[in-house]
């Protein structure tokens, strides 16, 4: 075997890996880890008669909205952050930071509000953030948040609506 040929096959081989990695390190949709696990529970037809297109293709299956596109991003109110799927309340404005990534983020959700699961989907780990109550996708956690957490709930704008504080 000669040099070109040995980095051929390696080369081929960590492809064929990779591409292995990927698809089985997909996370599963809520709906497909719901398993009746979560208090609300709608079929797919439900849940597109309630939600828009972009909102079910956050919340139903797992994409990311592209950044600095919600308008949520420059929310300076006071108020709660609630589930477009359920309007469960999850965040609060007095934990929202601005992190510069394009995406509405948050240092701490409300209590008894999020789920997470291990994601090892795009070649890296993450920790995927969902409703606790209809497992509807938000976004991901990541550690380098501002004190006093330390985290950085990333969340796509679209998988929340804004409620202000009553005056």
Same mark, same amino acid.
């Given at each position: 075997m000669?040099r070109?040929? /040995?980095?051929?096959?390696t080369?081929t081989?960590?492809l /064929? @890996?990779?591409g @292995?990695t +990927?698809l089985?390190g997909r996370?599963?949709?809520? @709906? ?5 696990n ?8 439900e849940w597109r008669?309630?939600l828009?297109?972009? #909102?079910?293709s956050? &919340? ?5 909205e592209?950044?600095f596109?919600?308008?949520l991003?420059k929310?300076?109110? !006071?108020?709660t952050?609630h589930c477009a799927g359920c309007? &469960? ?8 930071y601005d ?8 240092w701490k959700? /409300?209590?008894?509000a999020?789920?997470t699961?291990?994601?090892?989907s /795009?070649?890296m #780990?993450?920790?995927?953030? %969902?409703?606790?109550r209809c497992?509807? %996708? +938000?976004? %991901? ?5 501002p004190?006093?957490?330390g985290?950085?709930h990333?969340i796509?704008g &679209?998988a &929340?609506?804004?409620v !202000?504080a009553q @005056?």
């Amino acid at each position: 075997m000669n040099r070109r040929e /040995l980095l051929y096959g390696t080369g081929t081989l960590a492809l /064929l @890996a990779g591409g @292995a990695t +990927f698809l089985s390190g997909r996370t599963m949709s809520p @709906a497909e880890a719901s398993e009746g696990n979560f208090e609300i529970m709608k079929s797919e037809a439900e849940w597109r008669s309630i939600l828009s297109p972009d #909102q079910f293709s956050v &919340l139903r299956e797992e994409a990311t909205e592209r950044p600095f596109t919600s308008p949520l991003n420059k929310e300076k109110r !006071a108020g709660t952050f609630h589930c477009a799927g359920c309007d &469960l309340p999850v965040y609060s404005s007095e934990t929202k930071y601005d992190s510069g990534t394009g995406w509405p983020s948050f240092w701490k959700s /409300l209590p008894n509000a999020v789920g997470t699961k291990p994601d090892n989907s /795009l070649f890296m #780990q993450r920790t995927e953030v %969902h409703c606790r109550r209809c497992g509807g %996708h +938000f976004g %991901h956690i990541f550690d380098d948040g501002p004190p006093p957490t330390g985290k950085r709930h990333c969340i796509n704008g &679209l998988a &929340l609506t804004f409620v !202000a504080a009553q @005056a």
